[in-house]
């Protein structure tokens, strides 16, 4: 059963999420692009690794706090802030803007990604979020595509310092779904523990934190981000030799994307009716 239901509420959950994944790719995009424009592809594992710290403390720092209903849009706020300053920057400070501009856009986008989960588990119950989550990771997918077939027409009349104001023009438009959206909150592990107290001892599961398929999860997925990211950085250093233009290879590069969310969303079309 569905949990504060309220009509047109799942199209924008939809909207906010397509919105979230056309900022999160064109900051993804530029961010790399700009960083190997400015500074030069050597610096992109420290920028990578600083972000990734950077989007581990923050997503874990929300851990620890009860997500309110204000979440999603007080950092959809730190997304249009931050991505107005460091378009500015871009044009006095260069460097710094655009390195600061790859360790910032990952972290936000990341707890973005986190407060969009908690707000859809807080409004369905268990099994229908089961069946909403593809649904809006698929509407997440568009937003991607439609990115990077839009972001082409950006470069190629503002070039790629000009096209970075697409992330805070983007996550705005989020603020502004976000904060109008009825919003439910749920404790979740108030009722998980309530629910594992009124089990009997003998039937309940174990802590999922010793479960020895999570630890196995979390290794693979590990390993799966590390060497998508070393394949990522191969790429990137062989793409800015043959294309020293910043904006010719962040055309590349979002045209590419396209059609690799282009082949997420095929893949997700496909398994949706299974469930």
Known sequence: MRRGRIGGVEGRLSLLQGLLGAAGFAAETLAEVLVIGTIGAAWMPV??????????????????FPAGPRRLPAIAAAAV???????TGLFWLPTVAAFAFLLVSRPLRDSLVVSFGNLVAARYDPQTAKKAFPRLAATAQVGA?????????????GGAKAAVIAWPLLAAGALIVAWGLPVVIT?????????????????RPPILRRSPLLRSLA??????????????LAAAQTLSRAIPDA????????????????????VQAIGLPAL
């Open 187 to 203: 404790d979740i592990g108030a009722m998980t523990r309530a629910a594992m107290a009124a089990m009997p001892a003998g039937e």
């Open 81 to 87: 802030i931050v991505g107005a300053i460091v378009w």
């Open 219 to 232: 290794v693979a997925a590990m390993l799966a981000v590390a060497t998508a990211a070393a394949l990522g």
């Open 47 to 64: 920028g990578l690794a600083g972000a990734a710290i950077l989007s581990l403390a923050l997503t874990a720092a929300l851990s620890r």
């Open 247 to 266: 904006a010719q290879l962040a055309t590349v590069y979002s045209i590419t994307g396209a059609l690799c969310s282009m082949t997420v969303l095929a």
């Open 145 to 157: 595509i439609i990115a990077g077939l839009s972001l082409p027409v950006l470069l190629r009349f």
